[in-house]
């Protein structure tokens, strides 16, 4: 994190010229307008591909919320509403080609999901470094980015199977990779990632059209606030159930645990154990001035994409109270939660030794570290390969400051022993003055 203030990063010509490609179109109705009737929105999609089972209709409620929230609030430019058109088409179709697969193979379903290991922390508080360490260990399952932009495959995947259709789902997710880096660039420096690379599950519980995939690009505070007050058991179901058939698409055994890993669960711990019972998790920590601030630029960095009035204070805001709420309910939530079912891991111990924090999380699942550090190495000295520009960003460009966000989150950093900046140079200068 940059200690001066930076003026947010503009969006990128290329979106320019694609909404005015959009505008264009619609004048000579070659575009279609946005339709935000969900009825209409399934019966379109229905027809489409000649099915009209979209499995639990307890999508319909998110997803009613989400379409009136993204019409009155966000605030969508042309291109922003062709994107989120395609993107809901695009969520509706795999829910129907879901319970397609769910019907021809039963089996699909009564795949077990035992014992996975659930990496939760706040945004940019190092899931992702973590999550990609575990998956390198062939011991654990894990989702390609390709599997969680598309994890249900076409209807013709037997065919793949058997060795005679190449899979077009990682074709798919290289060619909205490349669009996204037109889009911003700077996606590659704030998640790196690639078709094949481990990937978070969060799109598996975006495809019941709940949770923050949609509020880190869109500005829907209506919705975020009506998910923020529901039960998530049913999208925490419905993932489960992707999983299984991502699973089995992989020709995965069943007996290996998957690893998962997503800032959504802070939010939702009560059904991520209901779901999952006896999911072993590890707790990921880092300075609330860092995850904010990393937290404000990601949503401004897409949002900005979508819509063409976007203010940095009110990112900054809201993503100071989403984190605020994350760690608050992830604090509570631990409070009644077995210590056996749980360890602890802090950025700066990633930084300063990762094997030895990796030793630990090892020890906690009861496993042998050694099999898994071959493959551990070779992730690191791959992605410090393709390193790009750093992550750079400031709190003072989203209007907030240190002292506010070190003051909010003072119960956090006290009782999970979170080592802050402030802290840093706290000691620094008592070592100079002694």
Not at 194 to 214: D, H, N, Q, R, T
Request: charged share 25%; glycine share 6%.
């Amino acid at each position: 994190m940059q200690d001066q203030p930076l003026v947010p990063p503009r969006r990128t010509r290329f979106i320019d010229v694609l909404d005015a490609g959009v505008r264009a179109g619609r004048r000579l109705g070659l575009v279609d307008p946005a339709c935000w009737n969900r009825e209409a929105l399934l019966e379109q999609v229905a027809e489409e591909y000649g099915l009209d089972d979209f499995g639990d209709d307890w999508f319909t409620r998110p997803l009613d919320v989400l379409l009136d929230s993204a019409r009155a609030e966000a605030g969508l430019n042309a291109a922003g509403e062709l994107s989120g058109m395609k993107t809901i088409h695009h969520l509706l179709r795999d829910r129907l080609y879901a319970q397609m697969w769910f019907k021809r193979h039963p089996e699909i379903l009564a795949r077990p999901i035992r014992n996975p290991v659930v990496i939760v922390g706040p945004m940019r508080s190092g899931t992702t470094r973590l999550h990609r360490l575990l998956a390198s260990d062939d011991r654990f399952a894990h989702l390609r980015s390709f599997e969680t932009i598309s994890p249900v495959p076409r209807p013709d995947f037997e065919e793949v199977l058997a060795g005679h259709r190449e899979d077009f789902r990682p074709v798919l997710a290289k060619r909205i990779l490349k669009v996204a880096r037109l889009a911003n660039p700077r996606t590659l420096s704030i998640h790196p990632t690639g078709p094949y690379e481990p990937e978070e599950e969060l799109g598996l519980i975006a495809a019941s059209f709940y949770g923050m995939k949609f509020e880190a690009q869109w500005r829907v505070p209506t919705f975020a606030r009506w998910c923020e007050g529901e039960s998530a058991v049913p999208a925490y179901r419905h993932m489960a159930n992707l999983l299984r058939l991502i699973g089995w698409s992989q020709q995965e055994s069943s007996l290996r645990p998957w690893v998962l890993k997503t800032p959504q669960h802070m939010l939702d711990l009560p059904a991520l154990l209901e779901v999952f019972p006896d999911a072993r998790l590890i707790f990921t920590h880092r300075d609330p001035q860092s995850i904010v601030g990393s937290a404000a630029s990601l949503a401004w960095n897409q949002t900005i994409i979508y819509a063409d009035d976007v203010n940095p204070q009110t990112i900054g805001r809201e993503w100071l109270r989403k984190t605020d709420l994350m760690v608050s309910r992830m604090s509570e939530f631990r409070k009644d939660l077995p210590a056996a079912q749980a360890i602890d891991i802090h950025f700066d111990e990633m930084d300063n030794d990762w094997r030895s924090a990796m030793e630990r999380v090892y020890q906690f699942l009861g496993l042998d570290i050694e099999p898994a550090l071959q493959g551990m190495a070779a992730y690191l000295d791959r992605t410090a390969a393709s390193k790009r520009t750093p992550h750079s960003y400031s709190l003072a460009e989203f209007g907030l400051r240190s002292g506010e966000v070190q003051e909010r989150f003072a119960p956090y950093i006290e009782a999970f022993g979170v080592s802050t900046a402030g802290a840093s140079i706290r000691k620094l200068a008592v070592s100079v003055s002694g």
